[in-house]
């Protein structure tokens, strides 16, 4: 993918669980992901030709563990750790915090959301084919201030704002041409709301849906047709007590020119085209894991 700036991609997320077993087959299950390594406490998992795009790691809580973003370069690399000092970010670690990363550190960014910066190694040839999603696409944080939050992804990672919600509501941001890497959303608890999965068109949507019902489970909301990012979208309830979000068509962004796209927060067409409603699944969510 094109690297738009300083971030080429967000590579993949880390998440807590109380059962790992039941995360595992429940991210083969519903998403398709391969498992590609596993040892004591974790489980990586992929979709891409990549060694991970989802972590699980056995823990006493449920929470969101850390994200991890692929810095374009080396340069880019050092200039993101430089960044990270002078805003006086605490840093975790000076080297990678998971396999099959080259080079990279770790910091707890704003709200206490953990961030590791790296570089991948080789490509890691494992796709067997079949079912299943595309590629991981993007992460939706619940945050207390925003702004300061848009400041700090725009100003550490040189991630440009696609779209707006009112002065503060949510911000939509990219790294790349997909409308969005990561997404916030001002919100009374800061938790990742969800973690977002790309397929080819809706009828893996169908699939989806059909599948969870087939297992006794089913969607939590959707599929629907956002208007920041005009993806059409459906959300379902992992074990760990987080959301994922499987998507198709979301706006591809080639102009560099493109302005900020902004939403009247009393228009609820922003969320959702076809219905103007607000979800009522808001409250789920990961908090960040303490450190
Ligand atoms: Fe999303």
New binding site residues.
């Given amino acids: 993918m094109t690297a738009a700036g300083t971030i080429s991609e967000v590579g993949y997320v880390s998440l807590g669980t109380r059962d790992l077993k039941a995360s595992i087959d429940h991210a083969e299950k519903f998403l398709g992901l391969r498992v590609t390594e596993t040892t004591a406490d974790k489980a990586y998992l992929a979709a891409q030709d990549t060694h991970h795009e989802l972590v699980y790691v056995q823990a006493e809580q449920n929470g969101a563990d850390h994200f991890g973003l692929l810095a374009s370069n080396s340069d880019e690399l050092a200039a993101i750790r430089e960044k990270v000092d002078r805003a006086g970010y605490r840093v975790l670690a000076e080297q990678p915090i998971e396999e099959y990363a080259e080079a990279g550190f770790a910091f707890v960014g704003p709200e206490g959301y953990t961030w590791h910066i790296h570089q991948a190694a080789d490509r890691y040839d494992v796709r067997a084919g079949g079912v299943g999603v595309d590629r991981f696409?993007?992460?939706?944080l619940k945050v207390n201030d925003s702004l300061a939050q848009r400041d700090f992804l725009v100003n550490i990672f040189g991630m440009k704002v696609s779209d707006q919600i009112g002065d503060d509501v949510a911000f939509f941001l990219r790294c790349n041409p997909d409308n969005?890497g990561i997404?916030v959303m001002k919100r009374p608890d800061v938790a990742l709301?969800?973690h977002?999965w790309q397929v080819q068109s809706i009828a893996d949507l169908g699939r989806l849906g059909d599948r969870l019902i087939a297992n006794g489970s089913r969607l939590v909301w959707g599929p629907v047709r956002?208007g920041a990012?005009h993806?059409i979208?459906a959300y379902y309830l992992e074990p760990a007590g987080g959301i994922v979000?499987v998507?198709a068509e979301m706006e591809q962004i080639f102009n560099p020119d493109r302005g900020v796209k902004q939403w009247d927060p009393e228009d609820l067409r922003w969320i959702n085209q076809w219905d103007g409603q607000i979800p009522e699944m808001l409250h789920y969510g990961l908090a960040p894991v303490a450190r």
């Fill in positions: 696409g993007h992460i939706n969005h997404a709301h969800h977002a956002h990012g993806n979208a979000e998507y």
